[in-house]
C-alpha cells in the first residue's frame, strides 16, 4: 500500500507485543481503508475485504461484528492521525496567520497521490450527514480534530491578534476545512505531486492577499469610447 495508509493505521503499528491475529486485524483495517476510499461505503462487502486480505468472509467476524464497526475503526484511526498532525503544528502556536504558514507547509507530506486519505475523508462525512444515529461518532471524530483549531483561535484572542468577539468554534471550523475541503479537493484534481504543490504555493499567494495585501487600485474610468 502506499504510504498514506500508514498514516490510517499507525496508531496500530505502534503497540507492541502483536501477535498473529492482531496482525491479521491490522492488514484489514488497511484493505479496508483503500477499498472504502475508492468504492465508497455502500460498494463494498465484508467478503470483498476479507477476499482482498487473502481471508474466508467468515473469518472477518472474528475481528468485526459488522460492516459498520470496521468503516467506523478504519474512520477513527484516520481522524485520530489527522488530530495528531493538527496539534503537532497548531499547539505551540497562538496566531492564526503563522499557523494557516505552517499547515501550508504540512499540508503536501498529509495529501498523497494515491488520494485514499481524502477520499476516505470525504465518504466518512457523506455516511455520518446520511446516517447520523448510525455513524454519530464519525461526526464526534471530526469535532476533535476541529478542537484543534477552535483552541488556536482563542489564544489568538486572548493574544489579541483577533476581535473578542470572533466566533472561536466556527473559525476553528472553519480553518480546518479549508485545509481539508479545499486542498483536498484539489490534491484530489492534481496528476502528479508537483502539481499539487503548485496549487498549495498557490493557495499561500491567495491566503497573504486576502489577510494582508491592498487590493489592486480599480480603474474606475470609462471605457474610451464612453467617456464625455
Known amino acids: 500500500m502506499e504510504e498514506t495508509l500508514d498514516m490510517i493505521i499507525a496508531p496500530l503499528r505502534k503497540r507492541v507485543g502483536r501477535r498473529s491475529g492482531q496482525a491479521t486485524r491490522e492488514q484489514l483495517l488497511e484493505v479496508a481503508a483503500d477499498l472504502f476510499a475508492r468504492k465508497g461505503f ?68 498529509m495529501y498523497r497521490g494515491d488520494g485514499v486519505l481524502q477520499l476516505l475523508g470525504l465518504t466518512a462525512q457523506l455516511e455520518a450527514v446520511r446516517d447520523p444515529q448510525l455513524f454519530g461518532g464519525i461526526a464526534r471524530a471530526a469535532q476533535r480534530r476541529d478542537e484543534v483549531a477552535i483552541r488556536l483561535v482563542e489564544r489568538a484572542k486572548a493574544k489579541g491578534e483577533l476581535p473578542a468577539t470572533v466566533d472561536a468554534a466556527e473559525l476553528g471550523s472553519l480553518l480546518i476545512s479549508l485545509f481539508v475541503g479545499a486542498l ?16 498549495v504555493s498557490t493557495f499561500r499567494h491567495l491566503l497573504r492577499a486576502l489577510r494582508g495585501g491592498e487590493a489592486p487600485t480599480r480603474d474606475t474610468r470609462l471605457p474610451a469610447a464612453g467617456r464625455d
Do not use: C
Open 184 to 199: 483536498g479537493y484539489r490534491s484530489l484534481r492534481a496528476p502528479s505531486r508537483a502539481q499539487f504543490a503548485h496549487s
Open 42 to 109: 455502500h460498494g463494498v462487502t465484508l467478503a470483498e475485504i476479507a477476499g482482498a486480505a487473502d481471508m474466508s468472509g467468515p473469518a472477518i467476524y472474528n475481528h468485526f461484528r459488522s460492516k459498520d464497526a470496521l468503516f467506523a475503526e478504519v474512520v477513527g484511526l484516520m481522524y485520530d492521525e489527522e488530530v495528531a498532525v493538527f496539534a503537532e503544528v497548531l499547539d505551540p502556536l497562538d496566531s492564526v496567520h503563522e499557523a494557516l504558514e505552517r499547515l501550508l507547509e504540512r499540508v503536501p507530506a
